[in-house]
T-cell receptor, first 122, second 107 residues
Framework: EVQLVESGGGLVQPGGSLRLSCAASGFTFSTYWMSWVRQAPGKGLEWVANIKQDGSEKYFVDSLKGRFTISRDNAKNSLYLQMNSLRAEDTAVYYCARGLFWGPGYYYMDVWGKGTTVTVSS | DIQMTQSPSSLSASVGDRVTITCRASQSISSYLNWYQQKPGKAPKLLIYAASGLQSGVPSRFSGSGSGTDFTLTISSLQPEDFATYYC?????????FGPGTKVDIK
């Protein structure tokens, strides 16, 4: 079964750091782009970042550049999101998702994890 | 960044109704448009990719159309399990952006 399982969420104080993990199974992780998407309480979806199969290309939403880092370990079938200098507005459910390119470059996210909750509060 | 808008923001409909949701991009995105369904407390689920491609396993009552800046998601006959929030997403350029969502609830 194709599966993504996020972990590492929790309660953290403003200014703190957290590292989220996403464990992939049931597919060849190293052949897929991967993405992080977040959702603040009661709000819509926000694309955070994605990373190429070999980690050579990474893209971030501008508002998070410099604070968040995306990485992957293909040997461990794992995706990571390092979050530093956390703010209250980073409070959200963080989803990892598998990315696919189809045809002339259409990208979409076809498999999603259940998410992990990050709460930034003192 | 490309801005995505959706209309309506919410709608009430009955089982069996035909439902249409519109998504508009702030600039042309060709067919780089995906649709997702999300139920409360659950992860999003891919419905439509590349504006009109039906994701495997998604019922054929869902369809997508459009290109350029204007797109439509249609549910031909609303079923009880379709009550959810629907999001469009552009993948034409980074940062990829989602629309604000359209909540479909029971009339």
């Amino acid at each position: 079964e194709v599966q993504l399982v996020e972990s590492g969420g929790g309660l953290v104080q403003p200014g703190g750091s957290l590292r989220l993990s996403c464990a992939a199974s049931g597919f060849t992780f190293s052949t897929y782009w991967m993405s992080w998407v977040r959702q603040a309480p009661g709000k819509g979806l926000e694309w955070v970042a994605n990373i190429k199969q070999d980690g050579s290309e990474k893209y971030f939403v501008d508002s998070l550049k410099g604070r968040f880092t995306i990485s992957r370990d293909n040997a461990k079938n794992s995706l990571y999101l390092q979050m530093n200098s956390l703010r209250a507005e980073d409070t959200a459910v963080y989803y990892c998702a598998r990315g696919l390119f189809w045809g002339p470059g259409y990208y979409y996210m076809d498999v999603w994890g259940k998410g992990t909750t990050v709460t930034v509060s003192s | 960044d490309i801005q995505m808008t959706q209309s309506p923001s919410s709608l009430s409909a009955s089982v069996g109704d035909r439902v249409t949701i519109t998504c508009r991009a702030s600039q042309s995105i060709s067919s780089y448009l995906n649709w997702y369904q999300q139920k409360p407390g659950k992860a999003p689920k891919l419905l439509i990719y590349a504006a009109s491609g039906l994701q495997s396993g998604v019922p054929s009552r869902f369809s997508g159309s459009g290109s350029g800046t204007d797109f439509t998601l249609t549910i031909s006959s609303l079923q009880p399990e379709d009550f959810a929030t629907y999001y469009c997403q552009q993948s034409y350029s980074n940062p990829q952006t989602f629309g604000p969502g359209t909540k479909v609830d029971i009339k």
